[in-house]
Structures are given as structure tokens and as C-alpha cells.
């Protein structure tokens, strides 16, 4: 089974009182660990992580939170929180690359867990890992008795 991505989630509404939006898109319900993961083995899936909010930037593309994620691959942890019309969540790793001079210092932290997101839910329980790790065994096991 693929995955869109891996994260952490965290909740939406304890972010928006916290942090109003911007724009009228509106996210705030992760921080990408890994776009496209091609093994989540060892991720801690269903464990809480404390991600420390250390800043905000505002542009007239996006609105998002830098945060310190442990188990983040991208070069500036963060949660999207709201981004212009026609701009998507993504593109708020170049926004933060190309205006890190900008951005707002901020001392706070939230809660979330760790989990995966299938195209249509969040996935935040070792079942799911299991069943990983039993596809992926199967399918060594057919490839090695097709290759014998």
C-alpha cells in the first residue's frame, strides 16, 4: 500500500484560535515527516510528538509555522496554516527558503502523533505497520520463488 505522506498531526482547532488564518485556503493539520514514504517500518506511528513552534511566516503566498520536527526530511519543518487562492501547501517550502529573513520568532509547542495519510484517511495505529511489513515479506518471499 502506498502512502501520500507521513506526519504529524496535530489538532486543527487548538492551532486556529492559537494562530488565525491569513488566506482563505486553510491546513493546519500537520507537519510533513516524508512526502511519498517508501517504508514507514520505523516511524513511531500512534506515539504522541511535542513539535516546538519557533516561528511564523507571513507572505502574500502563504502563512505557516516553523517548527522543530524530529522526524521531519524537509530542510524547514513546519505546519501550513493558510495559503493565498491558486497557491498549494507545498509551495510553502520555497516560500520559507526564499524568505527565511522574514520570519517571525515565536516560543511555543504543540502535541501531535505520529501517523500516515492513504488519500482519504490518517493512519495512525501499528496495524497499518504490520500489514506493511507483511506485503512487503510476501512479496520477497513470491520474488524469491519465482527467481529460484
Known amino acids: 500500500m502506498g502512502f501520500i505522506y507521513s506526519a504529524v498531526f496535530v489538532n486543527e482547532d487548538e492551532l486556529m484560535l492559537k494562530y488565525p488564518p491569513v488566506h482563505p485556503n486553510e491546513f493546519y493539520h500537520h507537519s510533513t515527516i516524508e512526502f511519498k514514504p517508501i517504508s514507514i517500518e520505523k516511524l513511531p506511528l500512534g506515539e504522541k510528538i511535542t513539535l516546538e513552534i519557533i516561528g511564523r511566516l507571513i507572505t502574500d ?60 484517511n490518517v493512519i495512525t495505529d501499528q496495524t497499518e505497520k504490520l500489514n506493511e511489513c507483511k506485503n512487503r515479506f510476501n512479496q520477497i518471499v513470491a520474488f524469491k520463488t519465482i527467481y529460484r
Do not use: M, W
Open 61 to 120: 503566498k502563504v502563512d505557516v509555522l516553523l517548527v522543530i520536527n524530529p522526524l521531519s526530511k524537509n530542510a524547514y519543518p513546519h505546519i501550513t496554516l493558510s495559503t493565498a487562492n491558486g497557491i498549494k501547501p507545498f509551495e510553502s517550502n520555497s516560500e520559507i527558503n526564499s524568505n527565511l529573513d522574514r520570519i517571525q520568532p515565536l516560543n511555543d509547542k504543540i502535541i501531535g502523533i505520529c501517523g500516515v495519510f492513504d488519500g482519504i
